[in-house]
C-alpha cells in the first residue's frame, strides 16, 4: 500500500463549477501537506501549504487538512479553463530536511 | 521562470549509454534535491544535498546512478548504462530558506530506445 493515496481521474468538469479534489494518507508523522500543478511536460508549481490540520484559503483554493482522519483536499471554486491540469498532493515530515512524498496526481480537465 | 535551470530539456538516448543531466540554481540555495517522475506517477525521491555534501540516497537510486554536487551549487545527475525503465522526468528541486517549501525546475525528460 502506498503512503499517499490519490484518485488519477480523470475529472472532467464545466467551466465555473467548484473541483474537490483529495488524498488520503497512512504516516502519521507527516506534518506539512502541500498541493503542486503541473501542466504537461513542465516541472510542478507549488500552489498550497499547510501545516498540520486546518483549512488554508488563497484566492479561489482552499486546502484542508483533518489529521484525524488522515484525509486533505483542495477546493477549487469558479474553476476555469486555464485549471486545466493535473493536481499532485504532497507532504512531509517536520524539520527544515524536504523528503516530500507525492500522491499520483489527478487529471483536471474543465470544459469552457 | 522557476529559479532552476535544467539541462537538456529532452534526451533521447539508446539503452546501454550513459547520459548526464545538469541543474542549476539562479541564485545561491544550500539544499538541492533530485526526483524522478514516471508516466502518471508523482515525483519519488532520489536524493539530496546540502551544500556539496549528498546526504541521503533513495534505494530507487542504483548504483548505475550518481549525483554530484562540486561546489555547493549546480548539480548533475549521470546514469550509466541506460536502461528502458529509467524513461522519465528527472525533476531538481531548491529549497531556500528552512521551512519553506522547494521549488521545482522544468525538468529533463529522458527518453531509452
Known amino acids: 500500500q502506498k503512503e499517499v493515496e490519490q484518485d488519477p481521474g480523470p475529472l472532467s468538469v464545466p467551466e465555473g463549477a467548484i473541483v474537490s479534489l483529495n488524498c488520503t494518507y497512512s504516516?502519521?508523522?507527516?506534518?506539512?501537506f502541500m498541493w503542486y500543478r503541473q501542466y504537461s511536460r513542465k516541472g510542478p508549481e507549488l500552489l498550497m501549504y499547510t501545516y498540520s490540520s486546518g483549512n488554508k484559503e488563497d484566492g479561489r483554493f482552499t486546502a484542508q487538512v483533518d489529521k484525524s482522519s488522515k484525509y486533505i483536499s483542495l477546493f477549487i471554486r469558479d474553476s476555469q479553463p486555464s485549471d486545466s491540469a493535473t493536481y499532485l498532493c504532497?507532504?512531509?515530515?517536520?524539520?527544515?530536511?524536504?523528503?516530500?512524498?507525492f500522491g499520483t496526481g489527478t487529471k483536471l480537465q474543465v470544459i469552457p | 521562470d522557476t529559479g532552476v535551470s535544467q539541462d537538456p530539456r529532452h534526451k533521447i538516448t539508446k539503452r546501454g549509454q550513459n547520459v548526464t543531466f545538469r541543474c542549476d540554481p539562479i541564485?545561491?540555495?544550500?539544499?538541492l534535491y533530485w526526483y524522478r517522475q514516471t508516466l502518471g506517477q508523482g515525483p519519488e525521491f532520489l536524493t539530496y544535498?546540502?551544500?556539496?555534501?549528498?546526504?541521503?540516497k533513495s534505494r530507487l537510486l542504483s548504483d548505475r546512478f550518481s549525483a554530484e554536487r562540486p561546489k555547493g551549487s549546480f548539480s548533475t545527475l549521470e546514469i550509466q548504462r541506460t536502461e528502458q525503465g529509467d524513461s522519465a522526468m528527472y525533476l531538481c528541486a531548491l529549497q531556500e530558506l528552512v521551512n519553506t517549501e522547494a521549488f521545482f525546475g522544468q525538468g529533463t525528460r529522458l527518453t531509452v530506445v
Open positions: 504532497a507532504m512531509r515530515h517536520s524539520g527544515g530536511y524536504q523528503k516530500v512524498t
Open positions: 541564485s545561491e540555495h544550500n539544499r
Open positions: 504516516n502519521s508523522a507527516f506534518q506539512y
Open positions: 544535498f546540502q551544500n556539496e555534501a549528498q546526504l541521503e
